[in-house]
């Protein structure tokens, strides 16, 4: 247990839906991340926040795709219209203000079926 | 236009020592070497990083040679449980990861 947690775990839902997901980071990182992971690949950076500020986001963040940091704590990943190459996992990380170490502490995920 | 490349698969027996190594031809001279694992249905963790010569913690030795057009993770004496996907990144000063395909470990008795 990294100390990022994610909600739901898992989540199943019928195209054309909207879905939310939400990230608690650890408490004092002021940068947090959300990345997708399809099956046999990598995760693939989507946005990242510092503090409440987005400050970056990937091609691959449609505008079906919007995040969220409100007060700089939670996240939330809502995905609007879902549609069946949406399944994937949504992965959230974190970390404190970039330093010279690379980690990023990592969530469990949150596995989306889009049916 | 991946920036490292390394070995799709990997399989050890347990107890062996496990070498890993990643190409990374066009790195930038601001460019750390950072490793990852992943379990399945896990987040990736933090394994190492390092920018020259060599690095050791308590899980892994991470080798790069003076050019550091490659790197070389060590696993000493592998378990079962280190069956997992071993990734090679070579963040800049960008913050955040790009990860490719990685390589699958397979450990077994």
New interface residues.
């Given amino acids: 247990d990294t100390g990022v947690s994610q909600d739901p775990r898992h989540k199943i839902t019928k195209r054309g839906q909207n879905v939310t997901f939400r990230c608690d980071p650890i408490s004092e990182h002021n940068r947090l991340y959300w990345y997708r992971q399809t099956l046999g690949q990598g995760p693939e950076f989507l946005t990242y926040f510092q503090n409440e500020a987005q400050l970056e986001k990937s091609r691959l963040l449609s505008d079906r795709f919007s995040a969220e940091r409100p007060k700089g704590s939670f996240s939330t990943l809502e995905i609007q219209r879902t549609e069946q190459g949406d399944s994937a996992m949504y992965l959230c990380a974190s970390t404190p203000a970039v330093g010279s170490s690379y980690e990023q502490y990592f969530g469990p995920g949150t596995r989306l079926t889009v049916t | 236009l991946a920036k490292t490349t390394q070995p799709i698969s990997m399989d050890s027996y347990e107890g062996q020592e496990v070498n890993i190594t990643c190409s990374h031809n066009n790195i930038a001279t601001n460019d750390?070497i950072?490793w990852y694992q992943q379990f399945p249905?896990?987040?990736?963790?933090?394994i190492i990083?390092g920018y020259k010569t060599k690095v050791t913690n308590e899980v892994a030795s991470l080798f790069i040679p003076a050019d550091r057009k490659s790197s070389t993770l060590s696993l000493p004496r592998v378990s079962l449980s280190d069956t997992a996907?071993y990734?090679c990144?070579n963040?800049g000063t960008a913050?955040?990861?790009?990860?490719?395909?990685?390589t699958r470990l397979q450990v077994t008795l």
Avoid: A, D, I, N
Wanted: cysteine-free.
């Fill in positions: 750390y950072t249905s896990q987040g990736p963790r933090f990083q996907v990734y990144l963040p913050s955040k990861l790009t990860f490719g395909t990685g």
